[in-house]
């Protein structure tokens, strides 16, 4: 949060002046336009449809794809609100003078316009930041919880740092709410009472747990998946996909940064607007990331849904079975099997996800072998088979591609999954 700008009450003659001295050869323009205000728009309008694009993918794909909707996706729907009441004060921060010199505000024009709305709107901001963070990272971990099994030891490690998140995240939002007494004292600095917080070193220490807590959730979960069954490549691949938390993790030290540097400031209000859109960028990025564990398997729905062109008739046999082969190469390259398969036969087998507690396995199965008790990830759908049967004319599937369309039932109705094979 920023600092006071000024406590004492201005002087008639100082109203005419500057906020500030302007720096030694600066001469002050009060008519200088502010154009950090239309880079704000800009950047939330771009921050805003980028998250709501990510996180209806995610509903998507756990509704209809996975049919695993849990409280972590709900959990990001909420911390959705908080993110988008920040961008909106991003913007409402810069219409009330953030991103100005203060030596090219009229001191008169920032206290009748911009004083009590920069500062309000900066208290506001503070506070969505905090919650939308903590909320942001407590669906993280539940989404830890949920991939881990009961009785692993890592789950304790989970519960602890949810237990940290949530206890520092209330600990400093109350502590922002009731820093001031009366509260309106925390952005009215001419109203009679006292502040009991030193909100800087308050900032300054949301920052550091902000740190911490990001690296702690990128660590814990590189012990899970190297327990996985899957091949070293898939693993490598994981875990990249949660080191996409260090580009926040940057972010977050960088805000840290600019924290420091706004507090031995005097131009507050074009320090502030730093230290805004780097929150902006850290929140939407980190709620970005939380959704990109669903992107894979959303990516191999779609692939499945794309229709071979048969709107031109292919010129010759080769040149439709390379149609064919290209668009396998896709398929194999989304959901690479982990071992090679030996056989002459290939149209017998299927490609499947294999569930288990230690994590999923890819793996190659031949139709007539399947387990029809145990669980499957079929098409990214956590599943148990409990009827199966095989269907290869083309109205369900193009055999020659290795697809094939199991029909089981489950609830005593009947659902669909496309399983991939090799092909031919």
Not at 137 to 154: D, E, Q, R
Not at 185 to 209: E, I, M
Not at 216 to 228: D, E, T, Y
Not at 359 to 377: F, H, Q, T
Request: net charge positive.
């Amino acid at each position: 949060m920023a600092p006071t700008v000024a406590t004492p009450p201005p002087s008639p003659s100082m109203l005419l002046g500057p906020v500030i001295p302007p720096p030694p050869g600066i001469i002050p323009n009060f008519n200088t336009y502010n154009h950090h205000e239309r880079d704000a728009i800009n950047g939330v309008i771009a921050c805003t449809v980028l998250c709501v694009s990510f996180l209806l993918m995610r509903l998507w794909t756990k509704a209809f794809v996975t049919r695993q909707l849990w409280w972590d996706d709900y959990t990001c729907v909420i911390a959705l609100l908080f993110v988008a009441g920040y961008n909106g004060g991003a913007i409402m921060q810069t219409t009330n003078g953030e991103g100005r010199h203060l030596w090219d505000i009229q001191l008169g024009i920032w206290h009748e316009k911009w004083s009590t709305g920069f500062q309000v709107w900066n208290a506001v901001g503070y506070s969505l930041y905090m919650v939308a963070m903590g909320t942001i990272k407590l669906s993280i971990l539940l989404l830890y919880l949920k991939l881990l099994a009961p009785g692993m030891k890592l789950r304790f490690a989970v519960y602890g740092i949810l237990a940290f998140v949530a206890l520092y995240t209330i600990g400093l939002e109350l502590a922002v709410l009731f820093a001031c007494h009366p509260i309106i004292k925390l952005y009215h600095y001419y109203t009679p009472g006292r502040c009991d917080v030193d909100l800087v070193a308050h900032a300054l220490t949301q920052g550091s747990l902000n740190i911490v807590s990001d690296l702690l959730i990128i660590i814990v979960p590189i012990p899970m998946v190297w327990s996985m069954q899957m091949s070293k490549q898939h693993k490598i691949g994981v875990v990249a996909l949660f080191g996409t938390g260090l580009v926040v993790t940057a972010l977050s030290m960088y805000r840290l940064h600019t924290l420091v540097r706004l507090n031995s400031s005097l131009d507050v209000t074009i320090n502030q607007w730093e230290t805004t859109i780097i929150s902006l960028i850290e929140i939407n990025l980190t709620l970005i990331a939380s959704c990109m564990p669903s992107f894979k398997p959303f990516i191999r729905h779609l692939v499945a849904c794309i229709p071979l062109n048969s709107t031109q008739a292919p010129s010759s046999p080769s040149s439709a079975a390379n149609a064919r082969h290209s668009r396998l190469s896709f398929i194999r390259f989304i959901s690479k099997p982990s071992k090679p398969v030996h056989t002459t036969n290939s149209k017998e087998l299927v490609f499947i996800d294999e569930a288990s507690f230690r994590g999923d396995s890819d793996r190659n199965v031949s139709l007539a072998s399947l387990d029809v008790e145990k669980p499957y990830i079929n098409n990214g759908r956590l599943s148990s088979i409990e009827e199966t049967r095989d269907f290869r004319s083309p109205h369900f599937g193009d055999a020659s591609l290795g697809m094939n369309m199991m029909m089981h039932k489950k609830g005593g109705k009947e659902d669909s999954a496309v399983v991939y094979g090799q092909g031919t």
